[in-house]
Nanobody
Framework: QVLLVESGGGSVQAGGSLELSCTTSDKTDSLNFAWFRQAPGTEREGVAAIYWRGGLRRRYESTYADSVKARFTISREKGENTVYLQMNSLKPEDTAMYYC?????????????????WGNGILVTISS
């Protein structure tokens, strides 16, 4: 069982920044991670994912939802048990509960059905 704990949420004005952190109980580098969000009355949306690309590349790669590209950055350090989501140029439509998720296997990075473990979520509120 992998435990995930999110932190760093809060309220900021539009145009501001926040950094979310997801601390895991497992330091294995084999897990893939992602951030999802869900606003009231909407479906859960994949925001950003980071995964280990083996083979010749041997590096972390990331992917983003179109709605957050160039504004959000997901990151992690190899061997560390924290995943970050840096959120810049925040908009009111970014307001949601944000969830950290971890997957044992690869798959579609922003597909929530791929993920085995979930944090409890943290609220991000952006005011206009």
């Amino acid at each position: 069982q992998v435990l995930l704990v999110e932190s760093g949420g809060g309220s900021v004005q539009a145009g501001g920044s926040l950094e979310l952190s997801c601390t895991t109980s497992d330091k294995t580098d084999s897990l893939n991670f992602a951030w999802f969000r869900q606003a009231p009355g909407t479906e859960r949306e994949g925001v950003a994912a980071i995964y280990w690309r083996g083979g010749l590349r041997r590096r972390y790669e990331s992917t983003y939802a179109d709605s957050v590209k160039a504004r959000f950055t997901i990151s992690r350090e190899k061997g560390e048990n924290t995943v970050y989501l840096q959120m810049n140029s925040l908009k009111p439509e970014d307001t949601a509960m944000y969830y950290c998720a971890a997957a044992l296997r690869g798959g579609a990075p922003l597909d929530d059905s791929q993920y085995d473990y979930w944090g409890n979520g943290i609220l991000v509120t952006i005011s206009s």
